[in-house]
DNA sequence: CAATCGTTTGACGTTAACGTCAAGCCGTGG
DNA sequence: CCACGGCTTGACGTTAACGTCAAACGATTG
C-alpha cells in the first residue's frame, strides 16, 4: 500500500546534504559553526533532520540574494521563534532596502548592456569591413558574392 | 564671456577623484596597480585626466553590479582600443549571464519579501491579540473598547 | 584482525578588496 | 629654517567564506 508514497527522509548524514545542494561538508559545518545550523549528534556525528534541511535551503536563498551569513542567521532566527514583532519589522526593512538595492542595479546593469551591445555593434561592422577589403593572406576560402 | 561655460576641468589630483567619488585614494591607487587605471606622474605625484575619472566611473558601476576587479578590467579595455571582435562577444556573453543571475536574484528576492511580509503580518496579529488581552502587568493605558 | 569509509576537530591557507600604519619626498608659508 | 599638508611607496592587517590538510575515531567488511 505504501507504493504510490514518496515518504520524505527524515534523517541525513553531512555527505546526503552536501551532495543534494552542491556544497561541500566544510560548507555545511562552517554554517554550524556560525550557529545557522544545529544538528543533532549522535556519538560526534552530526544528524540532520528536515528542519535542519529547511534551513539550509533558505541559507542557499539567502546567499543568492548577496546577504552574508550573518545576515542570513539574522533571517533564520525569525522562522523559528515567530520573534519578537520589532526585531521582524527591523528585518523587513533591511530586506526592502536590498531590494531597493538590487533594482538599482538592474538599471545599471541594463545601462551596462546597452553599452556593451553599441560597442559589439561597431566591433561588428568594423568586422564586416575587414572582410570585404580582406588586409592580407588568409587560408579561407570565402565565398564571392552570389551573382 | 565664458560666464556660462562650466568649463570643465580636465585635471585630477587623487584627493580630488576620492572625494568626488566617496571613495579612498587608497581605492583608487589599488585600482590603478591593478592596471584598471593609468594615470600621469609629474615627478612621482599622480595626475588624472577626464578619461581617467570616466574610467573610474565605470569602475565604480561594475563594482555596483557586483563585478570583481578582474571582470571590471576586461570590460574597460573593451572601451580603449575597440578591441578584438572575439573579445566583445565574450564579454557580452559575460554581462548577459549575470543579467539572468540578478534576474534570478531578483525572483528569489519577491519570494523572500512575501515570506517576511506573512511573518510579520502573523506577528502583528499576534501582538494585537496580547494587547487585547493583556498578560501581565504594564505602566501603559489602553483605552477599553468603544460602547 | 586489518583495511576502508565516512566522520570528527583543529589549524593553517586562500582570495578579494581594500584599511592602516610607517617612513620619506616636496613645495609653501611664517 | 622649520613645520605642515599632501603625496608617494611598501608592508602588514583585516574580513568573509570557505578550502585544505592532518590526525584520530567508529562501524563495516573481507
Redesign the interface.
Given at each position: 500500500m505504501n507504493r504510490n508514497a514518496p515518504e520524505p527522509r527524515d534523517l541525513f548524514a553531512i555527505a546526503d546534504l552536501a551532495k543534494e545542494f552542491g556544497i561541500s561538508t566544510r560548507a555545511i559545518r562552517f554554517y554550524e559553526s556560525k550557529g545557522l545550523l544545529q544538528p543533532e549528534r549522535v556519538g560526534g556525528t552530526r544528524i540532520f533532520r528536515r528542519r535542519d534541511r529547511a534551513r539550509l535551503i533558505l541559507i542557499l536563498?539567502?546567499k543568492?540574494?548577496?546577504f552574508s551569513l550573518r545576515d542570513i542567521s539574522d533571517y533564520l532566527s525569525?522562522?523559528d521563534a515567530?520573534?519578537?514583532?520589532a526585531q521582524?519589522?527591523l528585518?523587513?526593512d533591511k530586506?526592502?532596502e536590498?531590494?531597493a538595492l538590487?533594482e538599482?542595479?538592474?538599471r545599471?546593469?541594463e545601462?551596462?548592456?546597452a553599452e556593451?551591445?553599441e560597442?559589439?555593434q561597431?566591433?561588428?561592422e568594423?568586422?564586416a569591413q575587414e572582410t570585404a577589403r580582406p588586409a592580407g593572406r588568409n587560408g579561407v576560402q570565402a565565398p564571392g558574392p552570389a551573382g
Amino acid at each position: 500500500m505504501n507504493r504510490n508514497a514518496p515518504e520524505p527522509r527524515d534523517l541525513f548524514a553531512i555527505a546526503d546534504l552536501a551532495k543534494e545542494f552542491g556544497i561541500s561538508t566544510r560548507a555545511i559545518r562552517f554554517y554550524e559553526s556560525k550557529g545557522l545550523l544545529q544538528p543533532e549528534r549522535v556519538g560526534g556525528t552530526r544528524i540532520f533532520r528536515r528542519r535542519d534541511r529547511a534551513r539550509l535551503i533558505l541559507i542557499l536563498r539567502g546567499k543568492r540574494l548577496g546577504f552574508s551569513l550573518r545576515d542570513i542567521s539574522d533571517y533564520l532566527s525569525l522562522y523559528d521563534a515567530h520573534s519578537q514583532t520589532a526585531q521582524v519589522e527591523l528585518l523587513v526593512d533591511k530586506v526592502e532596502e536590498r531590494l531597493a538595492l538590487l533594482e538599482a542595479q538592474k538599471r545599471d546593469l541594463e545601462t551596462t548592456i546597452a553599452e556593451l551591445r553599441e560597442i559589439a555593434q561597431l566591433a561588428h561592422e568594423r568586422l564586416a569591413q575587414e572582410t570585404a577589403r580582406p588586409a592580407g593572406r588568409n587560408g579561407v576560402q570565402a565565398p564571392g558574392p552570389a551573382g
